[in-house]
């Protein structure tokens, strides 16, 4: 770089940082950092069991028929090429299933916060931003979940933090990454 492109950089660089007609503007700090996606969560074991049962198929473990059926039900394109790249990333001993342990294996780190937004639209089906308690009704009964939409209106008024009737993405980021309570 010559010399007078050095001078030239270094005039502007002072131009821009003293113009008396500009606004005071806040330095940032590390509160005003936003969280990467491949931020991990962990999630307790118990709640992974839950998922992993729930999935699972009558053996006790996860097939690429039983992940298949539930991506269709979720109208994912390519399900079945989807299910069989899940089933081969898990599948250590090779027997053509997930089970208990390697589905925990998978999520030993936890769960990135993408993933966790990915989940929120799962629920927001008309893509508004909010998840309403006909959403949460409709995907509970996608995963085979019997609920009543009063039910489903008492869960979202217990995630919904600021009392608008629906559960926005910090709602539920919220309900996603706090501790859970012992029962």
Known sequence: MSHL???????????????????????????????SDLTMYKLE????RKV????????????????????QRFDKPDAMGEARR????????KDG?????????????????????RAFFVFDQDRDGRITAEEVMDV?????????LEDCRKMVKEIDRNHDGFVDMDDFM?????PRKKA
């Open 174 to 178: 919220a309900m996603m990454t706090r």
């Open 140 to 148: 509970l009964l996608k995963l085979g979940e019997r609920c009543s």
């Open 45 to 48: 074991d118990d709640e992974m």
């Open 5 to 35: 492109s050095i001078l030239t950089f270094k005039y502007n660089l002072a131009k821009l940082r003293f113009k008396p007609d500009r606004p005071a503007v806040r330095l940032l700090s590390s509160k005003d950092r936003q969280p």
């Open 97 to 117: 299933y997930m089970d208990l342990d390697e589905f925990m294996e998978v999520h030993k780190n936890g769960v990135q916060l993408g993933d966790i937004r």
């Open 52 to 71: 992993f049962n729930k999935i699972a198929g009558e053996r006790g473990r996860i097939s690429r028929a039983d992940l298949q059926a539930l991506l």
């Open 86 to 93: 899940m089933i081969c990333a898990a599948d250590s001993n």
